[in-house]
Nanobody, 123 residues
Framework: EVQMQESGGGLVQPGGSLRLSCAAS????????VNWIRQAPGKGVEWVSS????????HYADAVKGRFTISKDNAENTVYLQMNSLKSEDTALYFC????????????????RGQGTQVTVSS
């Protein structure tokens, strides 16, 4: 069974940076992407970014492109999300979840999520 554990969230001022971590266990990475998705208060689940562990191919939502960077450490079975130039609209509960890219981009609410890590961007 695949288990994902997020960490690294916190309170940061607009323009600041945070790095989220996703520690994965039981994940083979042969067919699934590791995806970051988020849910802001009172809003639906939104796809943020994805990486394919086998090749390192990455994808980003337009809202975060150029500000967020997804990366992996295969030896540590960990995926990171470096978030720079944070905005108030990035405030959300962030989750990592394994699953097909198409599902992550179009139906992120259907991915199995853990507890997530809270990111709050506020002055």
């Amino acid at each position: 069974e695949v288990q994902m554990q997020e960490s690294g969230g916190g309170l940061v001022q607009p323009g600041g940076s945070l790095r989220l971590s996703c520690a994965a266990s039981g994940f083979t990475g042969r067919t699934d992407y590791v995806n970051w998705i988020r849910q802001a208060p009172g809003k639906g689940v939104e796809w943020v970014s994805s990486i394919y562990p086998g090749t390192g191919n990455t994808h980003y939502a337009d809202a975060v492109k150029g500000r967020f960077t997804i990366s992996k450490d295969n030896a540590e079975n960990t995926v990171y999300l470096q978030m720079n130039s944070l905005k108030s609209e990035d405030t959300a509960l962030y989750f990592c979840a394994a699953g097909p890219l198409y599902i992550a981009m179009n139906r992120p609410e259907t991915l199995k999520r853990g507890q997530g890590t809270q990111v709050t961007v506020s002055s």
